[in-house]
């Protein structure tokens, strides 16, 4: 049985003070207004007890297709189980890409960078910073880990039902055209196509999924997983009977304490 800790207060920081690097189209209409879909990239942090800090940290990319983000039951619902465990927990709010693909991307790796800039004072280790996703937000995460420099590459991925692919018949389609645009090109699906981007140096992942997710099919997951197998970099795939997409952190998903138990095992094993 897993207890749940109260999460201690958040604080929230703007990912970019000094004027947004790129543009969807609508996030220079200002004001930010969450109810149509344009967000102020930011990110919500939550730290662990410093007595109780393992000095890991997690970023935290809620899903919604690109075209919303479900920041309760895939960010902040979480934020308990990774501070009980004494892991820094820190939930992006990024933009959405309106075909603009590098919009969530630059937001992604600016917050792993902020958060490493802050490592002393959030007692936490630069090389103990993972990246967590779900669904399109598991796709970002894993284009964080298969896309990026020093800087801004994380050392661990943990990624529920994630879109991987790009490619025709095994994306979730939304996701796809929102990122890209209905008119992508074949190179661009090949290169947001997650799997064909891992390298020996791709961070270790934990994948956990439903097998009846008819949103976004297990051949993404299991894709990546035999990518990452392939190169010889460490990888767990928990695929539960039933649950279809979008679980989260909700206990009406009927494996919930299982995923949970599961989760906790691997970040218990995890070395870095």
Known sequence: MISMAQPQASFDIDLWPEGLPNSN???????????RQNFKPSIRVFLPDASKSTGRAVVCCPGGGYSHLAT??????WAPFFLERGIAFVVLKYRMPRGVTDVPI???????????????????????????GSSAGGHLASTIATHTD??????????FYPV??????????????CL??????????????????????????IMLLSDDDT??????????????????????LHVYPSGG?????????RFHTSMLNDLSDWLENLKL
């Open 25 to 35: 189209g609508i996030d220079s209409t200002q004001p930010f207004d969450d109810a």
């Open 72 to 77: 309760d039951h895939e960010g902040y619902d």
């Open 106 to 132: 630059s937001d992604a790796k600016e917050a792993i960078r902020i958060v490493r800039q802050h490592a002393t004072e959030w007692h936490i280790d630069k090389t103990k910073v993972g990246i967590m």
């Open 150 to 159: 020093a800087d801004t590459a994380p050392n661990f991925q943990i990624l």
């Open 164 to 177: 991987i692919s790009m490619q025709q018949g095994i994306t979730h389609q939304g996701s796809h055209d």
């Open 180 to 205: 890209l645009g209905r008119n992508a090109t074949e190179e661009q699906n090949q290169l947001y196509s997650n799997a064909s981007q891992v390298t020996p140096q791709t961070p270790q992942a």
């Open 215 to 236: 949103a976004v099919p297990s051949q993404n997951s299991i894709e990546y997983y035999m990518a990452m197998r392939k190169a010889g970099v460490k990888s767990t």
């Open 245 to 253: 997409h979008g679980w989260g952190f909700r206990s009406t998903f």
